[in-house]
């Protein structure tokens, strides 16, 4: 099956700062979320993005298709951006989360 | 509109028994994808269900099975339990079989 690796696997930021999230994907999807989930385990759909770049208040998030990778921006983190961020993928029929990212904002 | 629900909250079970978990998509959605999410790990799909039919399957043993409903509810049966069944149970709705997923708050199941 695909592979999604994301990196970096856990980050620590102060309050305030801004942050890159990746995704890469080993074969061609047809679709891709990014998901944060909170400490009680509520995932939380963030963007849809198959291609191209979305911006959605703080965050924004950017899918180069054709090089197979995503990113996802934090700006001015604050500590309610805390838990995990997973990228998920579609394949036509199986779906594939990334190892995800553990980010802590502190104060 | 309400999310995506699943019933029970939180179950615990004891080896080699039979489990059964609900879900309720958001309404209009009429695609319900399962996941298996083990401590420390990402969600592993299970099953996709699209208009009442299988449309896809992960690398889970035959003791996993679910079913879609009419009304586009879902059941998830996990027979024969074993410890390593351990996890958080999500489930997901989505329009149609490639759109937007939306998760439930999931069912903790504990394998004693």
């Known amino acids: 099956g695909i592979q999604v690796e994301q990196s970096p696997p856990d980050l620590i930021l102060q309050e305030g700062a801004n942050s890159t999230l990746r995704c890469n994907f080993s074969?061609?999807?047809?679709?891709l979320q990014w998901f944060h989930q909170n400490p009680w385990g509520q995932l939380i759909n963030l963007f849809y993005?198959?291609?191209g770049t979305k911006q959605n208040g703080r965050l924004s998030a950017t899918t180069v298709a054709t090089e197979r990778y995503s990113l996802l921006y934090i700006s001015s983190s604050q500590t309610t951006d805390s838990g995990v961020y997973f990228c998920?993928?579609?394949?036509?029929?199986?779906?594939?989360f990334g190892t995800g990212t553990s980010l802590t904002v502190i104060p | 509109d309400a999310g995506v629900t699943q019933s029970p909250t939180h179950l615990i079970k004891t080896r080699g028994q039979h489990v059964t978990l609900r879900c309720s998509p958001i309404?209009?959605?009429?695609?319900v994808s399962w996941y298996q999410q083990v401590l420390g790990q990402g969600p592993q799909f299970i099953f996709q269900?699209?208009?009442?039919?299988?449309?896809g399957r992960g690398n889970f043993p035959d003791r996993f099975s679910a079913r879609q409903f009419p009304n586009y509810s879902s059941e998830l049966n996990v027979n024969a339990l074993l410890l390593g069944d351990s996890a958080l149970y999500l489930c997901?709705?989505?329009?149609?079989?490639?759109?937007?997923?939306?998760f439930g708050p999931g069912t903790r199941l504990t394998v004693l």
């Open positions: 993005i198959p291609s």
């Open positions: 998920a993928v579609n394949t036509g029929n199986q779906f594939y």
């Open positions: 997901a709705s989505s329009s149609g079989r490639t759109d937007t997923q939306y």
């Open positions: 309404s209009g959605h009429k695609s």
């Open positions: 074969d061609s999807v047809n679709n």
């Open positions: 269900y699209y208009e009442k039919e299988e449309r």
